[in-house]
C-alpha cells in the first residue's frame, strides 16, 4: 500500500492568513508552509483513493506527479471517503465536479445527511452546468478484518508515540518552533529497527537536526525525558535551546497557580454543605480538576528537576 499525506495542516493551512504566531511567522519566513489535512491511498500505485478532499486539492494534486491526469482528460483518483462535513474536508469535492465519470464519494449516514441538508454541497454538485451529476453517493465501505496487519499497526504507534511525545517536550519546555533539536533514543533491537526505518519521518516532524538511536543511551542531566511505548525513552538535550532560569521562574508560577486552584477546590468540595447542594456533575468536574492538576504538578516537578 502506498500513502501520500497531501496536507497535514488544520483549517486554513499554515501560515494561515490572518495568524501572526510563531509557527505562522516561521512557516512565511523558510517558505515551509503546510497545506490543508488531506491524504491519497492507493493498493497498486494506479488507482488512488483520497481521504477527504480539502480546499487546497488542486496544489495537492499538483505536487504528486501520481495525481496528475492520464490522458487528454482522466485522473487515477477513483473515489474519496470522507471523515467528516467539515468545510475544510469537503470544499475540495467542487474541484471534482469536471469528472469525466461518476466519481464514488463514501461517507458516513450523519455526513451524508449534513450535505445534502445544511451543508448542501450534494444538491450544488448535481446542479452544476445542468448536467448529470459527476459525484454520486455511495454506502460506505467495510473493513476487512484479514487485511489488518497487527505488526505494521505496532510498529506506526510506536512512531506515533515518539513523535507525540517528544512535540509535547517543545511544547512544555517552550522551545521555539524554528529551533533545532537533538533526539536521544534508548530501545530495545526490535524498536530501534522500527525508529531506524522512518528516522526522515521523525527528524522532519519534531525538527529534530540530530537523532541517536542506541540500546542504551546516556542522557545528559538538563534534559527533557519521556518514556515511550515498548520501554524505550527519549531525551532531548536543552543546553543551548532555552534560558534555563527564565524557564525555572515560569515553570515555578505555573506551579504556584496550580497550587492555589487546588487550595480553592479542595475548600468547596471540604464544604458538605456545598457537596450537598451541588449538582453531582460539578463535584465530580472539581474532582477530576483536582486530579488533572496533581498530574501536572508532577509534571512540573519533574521539568523542574530536568533544569536543576
Not at 532531548?236 to 508560577?253: M, T, Y
Amino acid at each position: 500500500m502506498r500513502v501520500i499525506i497531501l496536507g497535514s495542516a488544520a483549517g486554513g493551512g499554515v501560515p494561515q492568513w490572518n495568524c501572526r504566531c510563531p509557527n505562522c511567522l516561521d512557516a512565511r519566513h523558510d517558505a515551509r508552509g503546510r497545506m490543508q489535512s488531506s491524504v491519497a491511498v492507493s493498493a497498486d500505485g494506479e488507482s488512488w483513493v483520497l481521504l477527504n478532499a480539502s480546499p487546497d486539492l488542486r496544489m495537492q494534486c499538483a505536487a504528486h506527479h501520481e495525481l496528475w491526469p492520464r490522458g487528454p482528460r482522466g485522473s487515477p483518483i477513483a473515489s474519496v471517503v470522507l471523515t467528516d462535513g467539515e468545510i475544510d474536508h469537503t470544499l475540495g469535492l467542487l474541484l471534482l465536479r469536471e469528472s469525466a465519470t461518476r466519481l464514488p464519494v463514501y461517507a458516513p449516514d450523519g455526513v451524508t445527511a449534513l450535505l445534502g441538508d445544511e451543508w448542501p454541497l450534494y444538491r450544488v454538485l448535481s446542479a452544476y452546468a445542468g448536467v448529470e451529476p459527476t459525484i454520486m453517493l455511495a454506502a460506505f465501505p467495510k473493513g476487512a478484518d484479514a487485511l489488518i496487519d497487527e505488526r505494521a499497526e505496532s510498529e506506526i504507534s510506536a512512531v506515533i508515540d515518539l513523535i507525540s511525545r517528544v512535540r509535547n517536550i517543545r511544547a512544555e519546555m517552550n522551545i521555539k518552533p524554528g529551533d533545532r533539536i537533538q533526539l536521544m533514543i534508548a530501545a530495545k533491537t526490535d524498536l530501534q529497527t522500527v525508529f531506524q526505518a522512518s528516522l526522515d519521518q521523525i527528524a522532519r516532524l519534531t525538527r529534530a537536526a540530530q537523532v541517536s538511536i542506541d540500546g542504551n543511551v546516556e542522557m545528559p542531566k538538563a534534559s527533557a525525558r519521556a518514556v515511550l511505548a515498548g520501554g524505550a525513552e527519549v531525551a532531548v538535550p536543552l543546553e543551548g535551546l532555552i534560558d534555563f532560569e527564565q524557564e525555572r521562574a515560569r515553570l515555578w508560577r505555573e506551579q504556584e497557580k496550580l497550587q492555589q486552584e487546588a487550595a480553592k477546590l479542595e475548600a468547596q468540595l471540604g464544604n458538605s454543605d456545598f457537596v450537598a447542594r451541588a449538582p453531582a456533575e460539578k463535584v465530580a468536574e472539581l474532582r477530576a480538576r483536582i486530579v488533572d492538576i496533581a498530574q501536572r504538578t508532577t509534571a512540573l516537578d519533574q521539568m523542574l528537576e530536568a533544569l536543576a
